[in-house]
């Protein structure tokens, strides 16, 4: 199955900065979606992102993707610490791979 | 509210048993996923179903089990052949089985051995 795979980081970052994180992946994609998971919690779906689509928007979500790369980023801008997640790209083909999730702190 | 359910939230396995974890939905979906996820390790797929009475493996379905007997429910066994079952999982739900539908998740099961 494709697989979402996510820079690793840990990024800690203070309120009102903005937080970026990446994924790459390594198969042709119909879509690629992000999700958040607050600890302890479920997945919740964010932002879709067609592969024929270079940029999306939704509130302070900015997507980008490059299937020449298979690279997509995310950008959350003026973080706040409600943001405090873990933040996961999904590839969608046939079905939906996960990457490994990268972490975001944002501190008040 | 629509949402899915899982039950219960922590969940306690001995020796030799199994185990059965619960997941409703009522949001009308047709598909719904199972998956594993242990620290540093993402989301695996351990089951899906893309409608009723219907079932395929996933990556690691070795020592699961589920079924698909209505449209709401969604029950993941974790057998005695498991033997390393101590995880978070997680069960999902998305209006049909095709990568491009954004899937919705419950607030997971955590699962540890005794």
């Known amino acids: 199955s494709q697989q979402g795979e996510e820079d690793p980081q840990a990024l800690s970052i203070q309120e009102g900065e903005n937080a970026t994180m990446n994924c790459s992946y390594k198969?042709?994609?119909?879509?690629l979606q992000w999700y958040r998971q607050n600890s302890g919690r479920g997945l919740v779906h964010l932002i879709l992102?067609?592969?024929?689509?270079r940029e999306k928007h939704s509130g302070r979500l900015r997507v980008t993707l490059d299937t020449s790369k298979k690279s997509s980023s995310l950008l959350i801008t003026a973080s706040r610490a409600a943001d405090t997640a873990s933040y996961f790209c999904?590839?969608?083909?046939?079905?939906?791979?996960f990457g490994k999730g990268n972490q975001v702190v944002v501190i008040p | 509210d629509g949402g899915i359910t899982q039950s219960p939230k922590y969940l306690f396995r001995k020796e030799g048993q199994n185990v059965t974890l619960s997941c409703e939905q009522n949001l009308n979906h047709d598909a719904m996923y199972w998956y594993r996820q242990d620290p540093g390790q993402g989301l695996r797929l351990i089951y899906y179903s893309q409608i009723v009475n219907d079932f395929q493996k996933g990556d690691i379905a070795e020592g699961y089990s589920v079924s698909r007997e209505k449209k709401e429910s969604f029950p993941l066994t974790v057998t005695s052949a498991q033997k390393n079952p101590t995880a978070f999982y997680l069960c999902a739900s998305s209006i049909l089985w095709q990568g491009n539908q954004p899937q919705h998740f419950g607030d997971g099961t955590r699962l540890s051995i005794l």
């Open positions: 992102i067609r592969s024929n689509e």
């Open positions: 198969t042709s994609i119909n879509n």
């Open positions: 999904a590839t969608g083909g046939d079905g939906l791979a």
